[in-house]
Each structure stands twice: as C-alpha cells, then as structure tokens.
C-alpha cells in the first residue's frame, strides 16, 4: 500500500508568486495535517483536518496561505505571495481519526523562494 | 500551547554505546509521546510511542521512559549502530490530537 503522497518534491519560485502543493493521504485516513518545517526544526503544524472539515487552523497565516479538502481526501495548500521567508519543508501527515494514532508523514515539498 | 523541549541538540556515540534523548513538555494534560526519526532528505517515521497510562516501554534496542510527575520522558537506544545516525523528534500532544515537537536531535554513530 502507498504511503502519503506528496507532488511536487522541490519547488522554485520568485518572491510574490503563487505556490501550491498537493498531498494524497493513507486510503482510509479521516486526519490530515499540514506541518511546515525549517531547516534544523521540529514540524510545526499549520493545518488539521477531519475529513473536509479544518478542526484546526489557528497556526496557519491566513493572509498569504489557504488550504482544502473538498472531498475529504486530498488535500492542497496554497501561498499566495510567497515570501522569502516561507522557504522550508512542508510536510503533509495523516492518520485514523480516533486520537493519539500514528501520523504517517509524507516525502515533504521542499520550497525555496528566490 | 504545549511547548516541548529536546535535548541535546546534537548527539554522537561511538558504535556499541547507548544514546539517551531527553524531552520536557510544559501541559500536564498531554498524554500522547511518540517519537519519530528522520533520516536525511526522507520523511519522519515513528519508531516508539508511550501513553501516560505507562511508564516505559521497549521495542529491542529502544526504550522510552516517561515521567508524568517531572514532565519529561527519553528515548534510550542501545548498542548503537551506524543506521541509527538520524535526526531524532521527540513531540507530544493531548487529546486533541495537535502533536507539538521538539527542535530535534541529530544523532551521529562513529564506527
């Protein structure tokens, strides 16, 4: 069985263009996260969803970033302008609904904005 | 928020030695602890995972012991060996099921 799925894996952007990456998750998985990591850093989460629903979204910047799972199945996460700053790892999770189950984690898209 | 912190931040053993990872978290309610490790350029993976209903628990080389009076648990690896060079996460979470990590540990076995 495929794990979570990630597209693309490296991305290169200039400064105030859009961006968007797209994740697959585990067939059967109601939980996807949206976790960004720097360079040297733990992952830090910005979005979680239950099913289509955003149960949690208080860490994403709602200014520049936007999220959806319209069908409850995968998911996009889209900057719009990107900034220097958003160059990291975003990495897409997801698990059974139920709580306190293993996250399985995606390859990442590595972002650079130039 | 929870805030959890990992120490140290680098790690090396020399091959055949054990590594000890130490995490605090500041939210008595969190009762979720796994811990993951990252290999270069490749996803996080859990490797163990204790509950607060337990107080250590063993997979063959590792260990995690889990304090819930001080707030802190570890990761044990013993006898270490060169594919155990990573970048190990510590995090933590209540039931809300929001993991929150630490800064991570990047672990170095010298053969």
């Known amino acids: 069985e495929a794990g979570v799925v990630q597209s693309p894996r490296y991305k290169i952007i200039e400064k105030k263009q859009p961006v968007a990456f797209w994740c697959n998750p585990i067939?059967?998985?109601?939980?996807l996260y949206w976790y960004l990591q720097n360079l040297g850093q733990g992952p830090e989460l910005l979005i979680r969803?239950?099913?289509?629903?955003?149960?949690?979204d208080s860490q994403l910047p709602k200014d520049r970033f936007s999220a959806e799972r319209l069908k409850g199945v995968d998911s996009t996460l889209k900057i719009q302008p990107a900034e220097l700053g958003d160059s990291a790892v975003y990495l897409c999770?997801?698990?059974?609904?139920?709580?306190?189950?293993?996250?399985?984690f995606g390859q990442g898209t590595r972002l650079t904005v130039v | 928020g929870e805030n959890v912190e990992q120490h140290p931040s680098t790690l090396s053993v020399q091959e055949g030695d054990s590594a000890v990872i130490k995490c605090t978290y500041s939210?008595?309610?969190?009762?979720?602890f796994p811990w993951y490790k990252q290999e270069l350029g490749k996803r996080p993976q859990l490797i163990i995972d204790?509950?607060?209903?337990?107080g250590e628990k063993k997979d063959q080389r590792i260990a995690v012991t889990l304090n819930k009076t001080a707030k802190h648990f570890s990761l044990h690896i013993t006898e270490t060996q060169p594919e155990d060079s990573a970048v190990y996460f510590c995090?933590?979470?209540?039931?809300?099921?929001?993991?929150?990590f630490g800064a991570g540990t990047t672990v170095t076995v010298r053969a």
């Open positions: 969803y239950e099913n289509e629903e955003a149960v949690d």
């Open positions: 999770a997801s698990s059974l609904m139920g709580g306190n189950t293993e996250a399985f």
């Open positions: 995090a933590a979470s209540i039931n809300d099921y929001k993991l929150s």
């Open positions: 067939s059967g998985h109601n939980t």
């Open positions: 204790i509950r607060s209903n337990v």
């Open positions: 939210d008595s309610a969190s009762n979720y």
